[in-house]
């Protein structure tokens, strides 16, 4: 049984009521699917033992899968199987019982869910290397590394940005692929993860309400030190370099469609009143922070059109 600190224990107990009208929302919002009828089946095959994978065995209804949509694919799928530490980390920070535990073991099923037709549609189709994604499963899941934030605090607040960012990864994933089935698969996947963030995202505005300045400071961590879960995949660094240069997920993402329209627009850090010394700090240091993001964000957006310009001219 997790243990939790004092002042984990009050911040959670004041929270409880809240997370449980949320997760009532949610078991009411939520609509039933089911894998087996997004998945392609017919488009499958035995394998034989030792097969040798190549991109041309790849059945997309015609469509020709661009190297950072495999890419793309890979990673989400790798990260939803590295489930169990996710988890093990929702449960040391909120505790097992009340709405709390009751919504980590629904939040659990259904993230289960979604590696069921990610990985099903991946083989059925013959999209990706069976052999190389499974060994990168085993080294994933053996590995265990995932993002791990320090108090409830802190998490609840990664998990609302972290849970948005997935969408839109998931969403910008399935409009690329080119295929119907997949874009199916994605599409429903992404709306689950959209009513994660609802969860988390309303959840910490009813803690900065509660404790404004603690949320503030922990925010400024949680920006800082912002990681998406994947990076103990193989070949992590080659991968998300080919999934920001094909526009799926990059720091222009990150900053204006996850910080800038939760940060800013919902939580309203900017207009916070009555924080202590330190909470000031940090939010000098967070909204100075956003701000240099928003210039790096758009000097690589002009960097890549440049790019493509040039690849343009050279056809």
Known sequence: MTTLDSG????????????AKLLDRHLATAKEWFPHELVPYSRGRDF??????SPCDADLDGAELPEAVRSALFVNLLTEDNLPFYFRDIERMFGMESAFGEW???WTAEEGRHSIAIRDYLIATRAVDPVHL????MAQVSGGEVPTPDSPLAGVLYVSLQELATRIAHRNTGKLIGDPAG??????????ENLHYLFYRDLATAAIEFDPS?????LEEVVRTFAMPGTGILDFDKHS???????????????EQVFLPVILNHWKIQHLERLTAAAERAREALLTRLER????????AARAERRQAAVLAGA
Do not use: C
């Open 134 to 137: 499974e060994r990168a499963r």
């Open 241 to 255: 370099a080919a999934i920001s240069h094909a526009g799926i997920y990059d720091a222009t993402i990150l900053h």
């Open 8 to 19: 984990s224990q009050a911040f959670i107990a004041e929270l409880e009521p809240v997370a």
């Open 104 to 106: 980590n073991r629904r």
């Open 214 to 218: 603690s949320m503030v400071v922990a």
């Open 48 to 53: 034989a033992k030792g097969y040798e994978w």
């Open 293 to 300: 993001l928003g210039k790096l964000a758009k000097a690589l």
């Open 183 to 192: 874009y199916e698969v994605m599409s429903r996947v992404a709306n689950d």
